[in-house]
């Protein structure tokens, strides 16, 4: 360690790590480089087949360097690829799923098209979620507890605990950074304190703030280590005040207005975010938003898409890709608030309304509030042929292929035409795979977060009669590393 080593960066991590290889083969991963950099970096930690090193100087920046993006750059981790144009973004996210493919799915030359671009790189965030810190809690002898520091609202410093204080963030809707700064001021005000894990004291944890785009609702949740906030009341006006203060409209009114602030409790030391019991502060427990001719409910913990604009892009590929016609059974597989299944029939009603109608839609989810929302957005929408139950996929789909279950007719089948899963980062299990491959659907549309497992669960499932025939990456996240793509694979007869 130590060591001084001269390195052409030719790849990059979705942390945003530099990948080079000194003269001797070994990969070293070095934050702050990017792909085309010239560089001499300091080795940090030498493992067997690769290394870490710490960047000392850029002898060459590459073509597609660029500065000054945002003010947070080296402290706040959230956005890895900042330091390259956009347009290397894309090439290098599309490659990302090529390459998965290739190395981990054992796909020959697969057929990956040009990734679809963000038609808006900045302020695309819909959900902002920000760590509260007021610089830890000390204890003081007699047992009297002192707050340390200023209140900090905002985002981890990249792999670590503390909270940067972001007054600004390039990728974040206005309301969560206006919301953030009342916080402050509320907390500061107050007294109140952050939540310091090391001596579980302090009462604010987190605050997330949700926006719908398409009518300018907005919801706070606030994330509490108790039972309720002093001054409550203040709080919500100040929050009121700051988002009805953030942005204007042509016509001088408030863009954006605040329709629902929830209290989350989550009591004592733990990594989630959110703890199991929740209840309304002020005004509605839901906010609404419009998307594409659609109408959607979202609640404080269901799943939505946190690119909205981005969100038409990749349902309308989902749509092509699932290809329907009319008549067909559809699985709705991790379906969140249904806004995949909704918008597949929602895209065929505008072909074809009398078609659309025969579909039946089957949509699956495990977070109750989430099913909730989907049942109520199938309503919002006048759709009468999509149900959506509660349950781990692979266990409902189970159910509800067994001719001994004792679910409802309407919601049994014996098979499927088409699939769509939409699986969190860790991918399908292979119990879940299964129970797809039982209801043999022609086609299954893949909705992936993760390159990797995307490339893992497609492997398995070509060795079960499914064959990857296209995919289509689509830029969710600009500025960050995370490559999000949708792909179709078809049943061999």
């Given at each position: 360690m130590g060591q001084l080593v001269k390195l052409i960066i030719d790849d990059m991590s979705d942390r945003g790590q530099g990948i080079g290889r000194t003269e001797e083969g070994m990969a070293v991963f070095v934050m702050g480089a990017i792909p085309g950099d010239h560089v001499t970096a300091e080795l940090t930690k030498v493992k067997k087949r690769y290394a870490f090193g710490k960047l000392v100087h850029i002898d060459r920046p590459s073509e597609d360097r660029r500065e000054g993006f945002c003010i947070y750059n080296g402290e706040c981790g959230g956005c890895p690829y900042s330091a390259m144009n956009y347009e290397a973004q894309l090439s290098l996210k599309e490659r990302h799923v090529r390459d998965a493919l290739e190395r981990l799915g054992g796909v020959e030359d697969p057929a990956v098209r040009p990734a679809l671009a963000a038609a808006e790189s900045c302020a695309y965030r819909n959900k902002a979620v920000m760590p509260v810190s007021t610089g830890g809690i000390v204890p003081k002898k007699g047992g009297v507890i002192i707050p340390a520091g200023e209140p900090r609202v905002g985002f981890y410093r990249a792999r670590s605990h503390n909270v940067v204080d972001c007054s600004t963030c390039r990728l974040q809707a206005a309301p969560a950074m206006a919301a953030a700064e009342a916080l402050r001021a509320f907390m500061k005000e107050d007294h109140i304190t952050g939540y310091d894990s090391r001596w579980d004291k302090g009462l604010f944890r987190h605050m997330t703030v949700r926006t719908a785009f398409g009518t300018g609702e907005v919801m706070v949740i606030l994330v509490i280590n108790g039972k309720g906030i002093p001054n409550g009341d203040k709080l919500c006006m100040m929050l009121d005040d700051a988002i009805a203060d953030c942005e204007y409209d042509e016509n001088g009114e408030p863009r954006y207005v605040l329709s629902s602030v929830v209290i989350n409790i989550n009591k004592g030391k733990t990594d989630r975010i959110y703890g199991d019991k929740s209840y309304v502060l002020a005004g509605?427990?839901?906010?609404?938003?419009?998307?594409?001719?659609?109408?959607?409910?979202?609640?404080?913990?269901?799943?939505?898409?946190?690119?909205?604009?981005?969100?038409?892009?990749?349902?309308?590929?989902?749509?092509?890709?699932?290809?329907?016609?009319?008549?067909?059974?559809?699985?709705?597989?991790?379906?969140?608030?249904?806004?995949?299944?909704?918008?597949?029939?929602?895209?065929?009603?505008?072909?074809?309304?009398?078609?659309?109608?025969?579909?039946?839609?089957?949509?699956?989810?495990?977070?109750?509030?989430?099913?909730?929302?989907?049942?109520?957005?199938?309503?919002?929408?006048?759709?009468?042929?999509?149900?959506?139950?509660?349950?781990?996929?692979?266990?409902?789909?189970?159910?509800?292929?067994?001719?001994?279950?004792?679910?409802?007719?309407?919601?049994?089948?014996?098979?499927?035409?088409?699939?769509?899963?939409?699986?969190?980062?860790?991918?399908?299990?292979?119990?879940?795979?299964?129970?797809?491959?039982k209801a043999q659907p022609e086609r299954i549309v893949y909705v992936s977060c993760n390159p990797a497992t995307l490339a893992r669960d497609v492997k398995y499932l070509a060795g079960r009669d499914w064959k990857l025939e296209e995919v289509t990456p689509v830029d969710m996240f600009p500025w960050t590393g995370r490559a999000e793509a949708v792909c179709l694979l078809r049943r061999i007869k």
């Amino acid at each position: 360690m130590g060591q001084l080593v001269k390195l052409i960066i030719d790849d990059m991590s979705d942390r945003g790590q530099g990948i080079g290889r000194t003269e001797e083969g070994m990969a070293v991963f070095v934050m702050g480089a990017i792909p085309g950099d010239h560089v001499t970096a300091e080795l940090t930690k030498v493992k067997k087949r690769y290394a870490f090193g710490k960047l000392v100087h850029i002898d060459r920046p590459s073509e597609d360097r660029r500065e000054g993006f945002c003010i947070y750059n080296g402290e706040c981790g959230g956005c890895p690829y900042s330091a390259m144009n956009y347009e290397a973004q894309l090439s290098l996210k599309e490659r990302h799923v090529r390459d998965a493919l290739e190395r981990l799915g054992g796909v020959e030359d697969p057929a990956v098209r040009p990734a679809l671009a963000a038609a808006e790189s900045c302020a695309y965030r819909n959900k902002a979620v920000m760590p509260v810190s007021t610089g830890g809690i000390v204890p003081k002898k007699g047992g009297v507890i002192i707050p340390a520091g200023e209140p900090r609202v905002g985002f981890y410093r990249a792999r670590s605990h503390n909270v940067v204080d972001c007054s600004t963030c390039r990728l974040q809707a206005a309301p969560a950074m206006a919301a953030a700064e009342a916080l402050r001021a509320f907390m500061k005000e107050d007294h109140i304190t952050g939540y310091d894990s090391r001596w579980d004291k302090g009462l604010f944890r987190h605050m997330t703030v949700r926006t719908a785009f398409g009518t300018g609702e907005v919801m706070v949740i606030l994330v509490i280590n108790g039972k309720g906030i002093p001054n409550g009341d203040k709080l919500c006006m100040m929050l009121d005040d700051a988002i009805a203060d953030c942005e204007y409209d042509e016509n001088g009114e408030p863009r954006y207005v605040l329709s629902s602030v929830v209290i989350n409790i989550n009591k004592g030391k733990t990594d989630r975010i959110y703890g199991d019991k929740s209840y309304v502060l002020a005004g509605s427990p839901v906010i609404h938003e419009e998307i594409g001719g659609m109408k959607y409910e979202i609640s404080p913990m269901s799943f939505y898409q946190v690119n909205p604009r981005q969100m038409e892009a990749l349902y309308n590929k989902a749509a092509e890709y699932a290809d329907l016609k009319g008549g067909e059974t559809v699985l709705d597989l991790y379906c969140g608030a249904g806004t995949i299944g909704l918008w597949l029939i929602h895209e065929l009603a505008e072909r074809d309304p009398e078609a659309a109608g025969s579909v039946r839609m089957l949509g699956i989810e495990s977070v109750r509030e989430a099913v909730l929302d989907a049942n109520r957005n199938a309503v919002l929408n006048h759709i009468v042929n999509a149900r959506y139950i509660c349950g781990k996929a692979e266990d409902m789909l189970e159910q509800m292929m067994d001719p001994e279950s004792d679910l409802e007719e309407g919601l049994r089948i014996t098979s499927a035409d088409v699939a769509v899963l939409d699986p969190p980062r860790a991918g399908c299990e292979e119990k879940m795979l299964d129970a797809v491959a039982k209801a043999q659907p022609e086609r299954i549309v893949y909705v992936s977060c993760n390159p990797a497992t995307l490339a893992r669960d497609v492997k398995y499932l070509a060795g079960r009669d499914w064959k990857l025939e296209e995919v289509t990456p689509v830029d969710m996240f600009p500025w960050t590393g995370r490559a999000e793509a949708v792909c179709l694979l078809r049943r061999i007869k």
